[in-house]
């Protein structure tokens, strides 16, 4: 691979300690995966900053990193803590987990990164334009930054990108390369999704369908943002899609000549939105995989205004959105009904099950997932009035 000056020097330990660590994990990425060369990049989403994903040893690498005076390059932000800073004892996050939350979320400020945990950095003005190279690691995000935005990343991995920002590079392969980028299945749709839960359930049943092929939807026509993150996040849960194309939405749809076909009909909409449903009464209901917009968490506060929930609630978003929430008067109606709005967290990577939760109900096709498949729970799957249940 073809370094720079800059980068050649970085690599021999010229710049520090950390810049050399972090170019050898590029350079050694980018010697797997064939890289002729690094690129700039104009941001890095760093993920793994759960203590519930990464535990003792991840801590005590970032805490290494950052001994080591790591600074980053470039605006870097974070995929969602275990916990909302400044709520963890009104949610009853365990003493021990807090503590050691916080000990990442130093390790993390102490390099320079932007404390803001979301998987929905686009909802907060984070919106690279089409063709701008970036480093991001949250799966959700890197297929709507692809596929909505026409940005070019691969899907990260939290050490990868880490190195990035550290650097302020990534090496130019994958999905950073036009050729790579071109549909291999064209998916004509014959359903009509229309809320949350149905794209959510159309993404689960494709990724798992066509795994790590890209797709290109056609006769899609509506569509709208927060539809399309859904659907992304479902398919990058199930699958690996890390980007997707929609006929006259998507800024770019790029087929190969000899794309595959697939339908994809309303009968089988309804069978795998019921399919995802596992349990009955859930003890937390759950809104807001990827992080929820300022809409939906309007949406939200209009169902159950003047309304007592039966059981727990959270809406999960950036904490720009809760602020700007809170100023609407959002996150008082869902308070006033028993919710809550929590910040920078979500509901996969906070320790569900040793708050004493079992069943969750949820409207996100990847939610669904990782609920069952990491956290153990039973899931309650539907659209979001009927998952909002009021006394
Ligand atoms: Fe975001 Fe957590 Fe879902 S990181 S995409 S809300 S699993």
Redesign the pocket.
């Known amino acids: 691979m073809q370094l720079t000056k800059e980068q050649q020097k970085m690599l021999d330990g010229e710049a520090g300690e950390a810049p050399a660590q972090a170019m050898q994990i590029l350079a050694a990425l980018g010697k797997i995966y064939g890289a002729e060369n690094m690129i700039p990049i104009s941001s890095a989403q760093v993920s793994g900053v759960s203590y519930e994903t990464i535990g003792d040893a991840g801590l005590e690498y970032l805490q290494d990193y950052a001994s080591k005076n790591a600074k980053v390059k470039t605006l870097t932000f974070l995929?969602?803590a275990g916990m909302d800073r400044d709520q963890y004892e009104k949610m009853d996050v365990p003493s021990d987990f807090a503590k050691k939350q916080i000990q990442i979320l130093d390790a993390f400020k102490s390099m320079g990164i932007t404390m803001s945990c979301t998987?929905a950095p686009y909802h907060i003005g984070i919106r690279p334009k089409v063709g701008e190279h970036i480093a991001w690691a949250?799966s959700?995000a890197v297929a709507f930054a692809n596929s909505v935005l026409g940005a070019r990343t691969n899907r990260e991995g939290g050490p990868s990108a880490l190195a990035a920002a550290i650097t302020g590079f990534t090496p130019n392969y994958g999905l950073h390369l036009d050729e790579n980028r071109l549909a291999g299945i064209i998916i004509e749709v014959e359903a009509t999704p229309k809320t949350t839960a149905d794209f959510g359930a159309m993404g689960s049943y494709l990724g798992k369908k066509i795994k790590s092929k890209i797709p290109a939807f056609t006769n899609l026509n509506f569509a709208p943002e927060i539809k399309l993150k859904t659907l992304g996040?479902s398919m990058a849960a199930t699958g690996s899609t890390a980007l997707f194309y929609i006929k006259n939405i998507t800024p770019e749809f790029m087929v190969k000549e000899n794309a595959e076909k697939l339908t994809f009909t309303q009968e089988e909409l309804i069978y795998h939105k019921k399919e995802l449903n596992c349990g009955e009464k859930p003890d937390l209901v759950t809104i807001?995989?990827?992080?929820a917009s300022l809409e939906e968490i309007k949406e939200v506060a209009n169902l159950i205004k003047g309304k007592k929930l039966a059981c727990k609630l959270w809406v999960?978003c950036a904490k720009k959105t809760k602020d700007l929430a809170s100023e609407h008067g959002f996150t008082k109606i869902i308070e006033e009904a028993g919710g809550n709005v929590v910040a920078d967290t979500?509901m996969?990577?906070s320790p569900l099950r040793q708050m004493g939760y079992s069943c969750t109900a949820c409207n996100?096709g990847?939610?669904a997932k990782?609920l069952s498949s990491l956290q153990k729970q039973k899931v309650v799957f539907g659209d979001v009035e009927d998952i909002l249940l009021c006394d």
């Open positions: 995929n969602p998987c949250e959700s996040a807001g995989c990827p992080h999960c979500c996969v990577v996100s990847k939610a990782y």
